[in-house]
């Protein structure tokens, strides 16, 4: 495996739901991303972490929660959805946080459906 | 915050120029990155601008004039393939990126 992976690619659930959405990176990087993506509409950070510490929280709903284990692995864990949290998840890499051209190499999404 | 815009659509013909504007108003600045996104794919990295000026990779250039908030990306002699979304988006002095909501190019033959 190379590059930013991520699981599954596809989820339906139900507001009572409990899932996760899995993202592993190849690529030695330090710092790990989740993203949503509606449509029509820009990317909106969710949760950053930089050497494993969570170093943003953009004011996400609780019913998000995410985990990061170590530096190749995270981690959102879903509960409660609403309907409105329908969209593409991407998870996202870079070496770290910081200055300089670090770019984000994103993986391919989950694209959730929450009925 | 940052406030990100630019055009939602555009049509080009195989073989032109077209040009994506980007204009931002940011709190602190600290890169402009563009990106390409295929429908169904992963954004992937196109191009990266901190210092004022003309960076050019290949078919695709990127100007950033940070006085005037102004980006632009610049994709030459246009294949079909590069039908896609370019996503802006600008770094700010806490490392976090803002994105716009993208510009979809489609080549016609």
Known sequence: ETGVT???????????????????????????????QSAKKPLELMFVYNFKEQTENNS?????????????????????????????????????????????????????TVT | GQNIDQPTEMTATEGAIVQINCTYQTSGFNGLFWYQQHAGEAPTFLSYNV??????????????????????????????????????AVRDTDYKLSFGAGTTVTVRA
């Open chain 1, 6 to 36: 991520q699981t599954p690619r596809h989820l339906v659930m139900g507001m009572t739901n409990k899932k996760s959405l899995k993202c592993e990176q190849h690529l030695g990087h330090n710092a790990m991303y989740w993203y949503k």
């Open chain 1, 60 to 112: 996400v709903p609780s019913r998000f929660s995410p985990e990061c284990p170590n530096s190749s692995h995270l981690f959102l864990h879903l509960h409660t959805l609403q309907p409105e949290d329908s969209a593409l998840y991407l998870c996202a890499s870079s070496q770290d946080e910081g200055s300089g051209s670090h770019e984000q190499y994103f993986g391919p999404g989950t694209r959730l």
């Open chain 2, 51 to 88: 210092l004022d000026g003309l960076e050019e990779k290949g078919r695709f250039s990127s100007f950033l004039s940070r006085s005037k908030g102004y980006s632009y990306l610049l994709l030459k002699e246009l294949q079909m393939k590069d039908s896609a979304s370019y996503l802006c």
